[in-house]
């Protein structure tokens, strides 16, 4: 269904995503729930600003630079926080009622996935945070592929998704190392690299990727970059409200932010300081560029519009009042699947 060198893309507004974690489950109950792949989150929403997952992930390197590519670090598992087991059996069954609390098993952990969860930054009443959920970019300059002496990573031709083909790959992790969203994990059982494929076994088969069409906040839109009268093409060109992350890593993203508008911040008296976000501008600058102020601008001012009793396509786009709208055509309902559908085309064409 898909002609040659299309791109999927996926637009997510930050002003929607209320840190549920449904896509993360979304995304592991589907694609890595077995052996080797425990501490593996595809998907992961972070609060921001934090260290991220893998922790300090935006000062690890790898992308590129004036088109030269840059050494980066390669994350240790400890960096991504492993998978922890609970003492479930304690707390359910040992019958000690209220006298064990629900704790993961052995030594306590130091770092785990989502470990700043809700920490804000400022100071009360003007602290902050905001969700940020990552997958892998998809990107249309993608450094993992650069990286890979093998080829076993191929972006392919009819949609752009980044795929490792397993069969080929000798677990180098030189793809870890250049990702600069630091979005490929190593399976140290098969001793593969392994990553978001953004479910493309469903995409193929007109179903939105999981982690979209379970989205509780209605976040995420999916389609075609160029499909003009998809929401990407919309958003990201047409009214130029989607910004990818950290664009200065040069691997060009295919996933696209709406940036967060904040509150504003307050006197010491408790009035309101106009003009002055809560999420200093600078920060979001450094996540997004210097575009993100445009960005901003642009929405206030659909917003002012709609305050005043005028119309906005582009905040009726976001908001999303019908759920087929986000998806591009992408809205088959995933039940009418069949189930061999689900895992076994990903791990026929490229699983060994
Ligand atoms: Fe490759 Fe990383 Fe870009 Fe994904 S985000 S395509 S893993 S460089
Ligand atoms: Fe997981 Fe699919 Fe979302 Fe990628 S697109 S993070 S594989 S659910
Ligand atoms: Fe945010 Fe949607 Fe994920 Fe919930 S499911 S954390 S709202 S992106």
Same mark, same amino acid.
């Given at each position: 269904m898909a002609a040659l060198n299309r791109q999927m893309a996926m637009v997510m507004d930050l002003n929607k995503c209320i840190g549920c974690q449904t896509c993360t489950i979304a995304c592991k109950r589907l694609w890595t729930d077995e052996e080797g792949m425990e501490y593996m989150w595809w998907n992961i929403v972070n609060t921001m600003p934090g260290k991220g997952t893998p922790k300090d992930w935006e000062s690890m390197g790898g992308g590129?630079?004036?088109? /030269?590519?840059?050494?980066?670090?390669?994350?240790?598992?400890? /960096? =991504?926080?492993? !998978?922890?087991?609970?003492?479930?059996?304690? %707390?359910?069954?040992?019958?000690?009622?209220?006298?064990?609390?629900?704790?993961?098993?052995?030594?306590?952990?130091?770092?785990?996935?989502?470990?700043?969860?809700?920490?804000? $930054?400022? /100071?009360y009443p003007d602290g902050y945070f905001f969700y940020l959920p990552r997958i892998c970019n998809h990107c249309s300059n993608p450094a993992c592929?650069?990286?890979?002496?093998?080829? !076993?990573?191929?972006?392919?031709?009819?949609d752009g998704i980044v795929v490792v083909n397993e069969d080929k790959c000798r677990g180098y992790r030189f793809?870890?190392?250049?990702?600069?969203?630091?979005?490929?994990?190593?399976?140290?059982q098969k001793q593969v690299s392994q990553k978001c494929i953004f479910c493309f076994p469903r995409v193929e088969q @007109? %179903? !939105?990727?999981?982690?979209?069409?379970?989205?509780?906040?209605?976040?995420?839109f999916v389609g075609y970059k160029d499909d003009e009268n998809g929401p990407i093409y919309k958003l990201v060109e047409k009214w130029k409200v989607a910004l990818p992350l950290h664009p200065e890593y040069g691997t060009e993203p295919n996933v696209f932010y709406v940036p967060p508008i904040s509150p504003p911040l307050f006197d010491e008296e408790g009035n309101i300081i106009e003009g002055k976000p809560r999420i200093p501008n600078e920060y979001l600058v450094s996540?997004?560029?210097?575009?993100?102020?445009? %960005?901003?601008?642009?929405?206030?001012?659909?917003?002012?519009?709609?305050?005043? @009793?005028?119309?906005?396509?582009?905040?009726?786009?976001?908001? !999303?009042? /019908?759920? $087929?709208?986000? =998806?591009? @055509?992408?809205?088959?309902?995933?039940?009418?699947?069949?189930?061999?559908?689900?895992?076994?085309?990903?791990?026929?064409?490229?699983?060994?």
């Open positions: 590129f630079k004036a088109g /030269e590519a840059q050494p980066g670090h390669l994350p240790t598992k400890d /960096e =991504f926080g492993d !998978a922890w087991e609970f003492n479930y059996q304690d %707390v359910f069954y040992k019958g000690d009622g209220s006298g064990t609390a629900l704790r993961p098993k052995g030594e306590t952990p130091e770092w785990g996935p989502n470990w700043d969860e809700d920490e804000a $930054k400022g /100071e592929v650069a990286a890979c002496p093998r080829k !076993a990573i191929e972006k392919r031709d009819g793809c870890m190392e250049a990702c600069p969203y630091k979005k490929i994990y190593f399976n140290h @007109g %179903v !939105a990727p999981a982690c979209a069409r379970q989205c509780t906040g209605r976040v995420r996540l997004f560029g210097e575009e993100v102020l445009g %960005v901003l601008d642009r929405i206030g001012a659909e917003m002012e519009k709609t305050k005043s @009793g005028g119309k906005s396509e582009m905040l009726d786009t976001l908001i !999303a009042y /019908e759920w $087929k709208t986000m =998806f591009g @055509g992408f809205d088959r309902e995933p039940s009418t699947l069949k189930d061999s559908n689900r895992k076994a085309d990903f791990v026929k064409t490229y699983q060994p």
